[in-house]
């Protein structure tokens, strides 16, 4: 695997949170709280990233993801290009890595990378300059730092540690680079327990997840949880005809009130979005007064800012 630390042990690409220390995920949840801004008050702004160019590589649909490492980049006082790989050279025949040497020539300093394939983002960092970072906006089915971060800091925004919690994580994980991030994160915060509620043909290999416990019924995973994350079924990612279709999936797996009602009273509700409403979660819970799916959207501005604020002080460092 590609390191992603600099020589000095400092954070330089952002492509896993597997082997994040606890001090250095508080760090970042707390650089970005610094950020988060209530609706209706003006935007946080900065110019810590004047001067540097911040280039979006985008190879797979994304909107949420891309326009707020934008809004991110952009709040922090950087250039921002956006690529959509389908349109760009790529189709041409022009490979990923001759891409990124043209954008290193117009000495693009951040490169955020989304691609279906697992490991492109690693691969791109261990082909650029010394002083560039890379930072997976999702990869393949395997991880999604940025996404992790932020489902966190929601998590504790409402909840305050992690200590006491269980979360539960319902629908298809075994193609969720979302789920992977957010237990990583919330197991090295020292979660109390994690729940991963799925139908067998959606649940990962025994060998994954390693601590969470497993659940085939939503009635039983979800009962008495503090936080109910729900995912979508990720159809691009396979051709499994074995999986229950919408109306189906919605009978055995959807959220509905009566089943968040077996939650606790307080639990909150989340999903990283896009929904599928009447699949996997009724439109009454995911626009009730449990969800906080708006503040995750919220928070993934100011995570992004605080990534790319850390990992860019050396770049930023250089030139002034
Ligand atoms: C997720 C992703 O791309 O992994 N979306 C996101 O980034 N918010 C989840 C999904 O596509 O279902």
Do not use: W
Not at 130 to 149: I, M, N, Y
Not at 190 to 205: C, D, I, Q, S, T
Request: charged share 25%.
């Amino acid at each position: 695997m590609t390191d992603q630390r600099r020589a000095n042990g400092s954070l330089r690409h952002l492509l896993t949170l597997e082997g994040l220390s606890r001090d250095e995920l508080e760090t970042l949840l707390e650089r970005a709280q610094h950020y988060v801004r209530r609706r209706g008050e003006v935007a946080p702004r900065s110019d810590v990233l004047a001067g540097l160019t911040v280039a979006n590589l985008f190879t797979e649909p994304s909107t949420r993801t891309r326009v707020s490492f934008e809004l991110a980049a952009k709040r922090l006082g950087a250039d921002v290009v956006n690529l959509e790989m389908q349109l760009s050279s790529r189709v041409k025949g022009e490979s990923m890595l001759d891409t990124i040497y043209t954008l290193e020539s117009l000495h693009v300093d951040v490169f955020v990378v989304r691609d279906a394939e697992a490991g492109v983002p690693a691969l791109v960092a261990s082909h650029v300059g010394p002083e560039v970072s890379v930072l997976s906006a999702g990869e393949a089915h395997l991880s999604h730092p940025t996404q992790g971060l932020l489902d966190t800091l929601t998590i504790l925004q409402h909840k305050r540690h992690c200590d006491q919690l269980s979360v539960a994580i319902v629908g298809d994980i075994l193609h969720s680079r979302v789920a992977r991030s957010a237990c990583q994160a919330l197991q090295t915060l020292g979660v109390k327990e994690l729940r991963l509620v799925a139908p067998p043909v959606l649940m990962p290999p025994a060998g994954e997840f390693a601590g969470c416990s497993r659940f085939e019924s939503i009635e039983r995973g979800i009962a008495d949880a503090d936080v109910v994350m729900m995912l979508r079924i990720q159809r691009e990612r396979f051709a499994d005809t074995a999986i229950p279709t919408g109306d189906e999936y919605f009978r055995r797996f959807g959220l509905t009130p009566a089943r968040l009602a077996l939650a606790k009273p307080n639990a909150i509700v989340m999903h990283p979005q896009p929904m599928n409403r009447g699949v996997e979660i009724d439109s009454a819970v995911a626009d009730g007064p449990q969800s906080v799916i708006r503040d995750q959207v919220a928070n993934g501005v100011a995570v992004r800012m605080a990534v790319l604020e850390t990992l860019s002080a050396r770049a930023v460092g250089r030139r002034s």
